[in-house]
């Protein structure tokens, strides 16, 4: 035979946690079995862990609507309207009209009726580049973004954003 070494015998038992969130990780990472005695071990091997970019938006409120100034956090990647209506900010501007039909009425994130318009004061780097059509429905207006077309942390970056909410009412 030859030899006469000793061989281990190794067991694993693997788990895959890529592409989870946090939560779903740790419920992975203690579905392992548990150990057999004091000896045994668990290796832990990361190829990457990246935390997702924050960004700061700071809203300002016109005075006319009471709304004490506030500032909110969204993830890189975000849509800041829906960002903002999640979280509670009275965004819908009632004194805006529809591009399409100058009326009245909210088109529901389509990006017609411009009542989630805000101005923003700093920070548009972070904001995704306007599309053509929101460029020229906002032509008289260059500060301005439609919150329903504009995803925040462009590039994957973090930073601050502050925005007027409901700029016709300045």
């Given at each position: 035979m030859g030899g006469g070494g000793v061989a281990e015998e190794t067991e694993s038992a693997n788990v895959r946690t890529e592409c989870l969130g946090y939560d779903a990780t740790v419920d992975a990472v203690l579905s392992l079995p548990p150990a057999d005695s004091s000896d045994e071990y668990y290796r832990l091997s990361l190829k990457r862990l990246r935390r997702k970019p924050v960004v700061k938006i700071?809203?300002?409120?016109?005075?006319?609507?009471?709304?004490?100034?506030?500032?909110?956090?969204?993830?890189?990647?975000?849509?800041?309207?829906?960002?903002?209506?999640?979280?509670?900010?009275?965004?819908?501007?009632?004194?805006?009209?529809?591009?399409?039909?100058?009326?009245?009425?909210?088109?529901?994130?389509?990006?017609?009726?411009?009542?989630?318009?805000?101005?923003?004061?700093?920070g548009g780097e972070l904001l995704s580049p306007q599309k053509t059509a929101e460029a020229q429905m906002l032509g008289d207006e260059p500060r301005w973004r439609l919150a329903c077309k504009a995803f925040v942390g462009y590039g994957m970056t973090e930073g601050e954003v502050t925005v007027a909410v409901n700029p016709r009412q300045w």
């Amino acid at each position: 035979m030859g030899g006469g070494g000793v061989a281990e015998e190794t067991e694993s038992a693997n788990v895959r946690t890529e592409c989870l969130g946090y939560d779903a990780t740790v419920d992975a990472v203690l579905s392992l079995p548990p150990a057999d005695s004091s000896d045994e071990y668990y290796r832990l091997s990361l190829k990457r862990l990246r935390r997702k970019p924050v960004v700061k938006i700071n809203l300002r409120y016109p005075p006319s609507q009471n709304e004490p100034d506030e500032t909110i956090e969204l993830f890189a990647g975000e849509n800041l309207r829906l960002g903002m209506l999640v979280r509670g900010v009275k965004l819908n501007d009632p004194l805006a009209k529809r591009f399409d039909t100058k009326s009245e009425g909210n088109c529901g994130a389509g990006g017609l009726c411009r009542t989630c318009a805000v101005s923003v004061l700093r920070g548009g780097e972070l904001l995704s580049p306007q599309k053509t059509a929101e460029a020229q429905m906002l032509g008289d207006e260059p500060r301005w973004r439609l919150a329903c077309k504009a995803f925040v942390g462009y590039g994957m970056t973090e930073g601050e954003v502050t925005v007027a909410v409901n700029p016709r009412q300045w």
